[in-house]
Nanobody, 125 residues
Framework: QVQLVESGGGLVQAGGSLRLSCAAS?????MGWFRQAPGKEREFVAA????????DYVDSVRGRFTISRDNAKNTLDLQMNSLKPEDTAVYYC?????????????????????WGQGTQVTVSS
């Protein structure tokens, strides 16, 4: 099991930017970011494969958010630009199970084994 610790959340005005980071305690396979707003289910935001080459995004953030990873440092980042009030949520870093598929990107919560405690992102209008 891998421990995941997120950082970088905060309060920002609409149109602003934030960069989230996730530090993993060990080796990971596919990784992703999810978010959960009050009263809503946890939803997929972005994910990247083991190599960092292949990524996927939910349509609502595509073109505004960029996911990246550094396997040498066991870190995962999410650069968030042009933030909107509807991006307000608790953001979670997650590490997928080992499915033996190095280039696969995972978008379902059930495909992830380890989760961080989350970091709050609040975007004011």
């Amino acid at each position: 099991q891998v421990q995941l610790v997120e950082s970088g959340g905060g309060l920002v005005q609409a149109g602003g930017s934030l960069r989230l980071s996730c530090a993993a305690s060990g080796h990971t396979f596919g990784m992703g970011w999810f978010r959960q707003a009050p009263g809503k289910e946890r939803e997929f935001v972005a994910a990247v494969d083991w190599s960092g080459v292949n990524a996927d995004y939910v349509d609502s953030v595509r073109g505004r958010f960029t996911i990246s990873r550094d396997n040498a440092k066991n870190t995962l980042d999410l650069q968030m630009n042009s933030l909107k009030p509807e991006d307000t949520a608790v953001y979670y870093c997650a590490a997928a199970y080992n499915f033996g598929a190095a280039t696969r990107v995972f978008t379902r919560t059930t495909e992830y084994r380890d989760w961080g405690q989350g970091t709050q992102v609040t975007v004011s209008s």
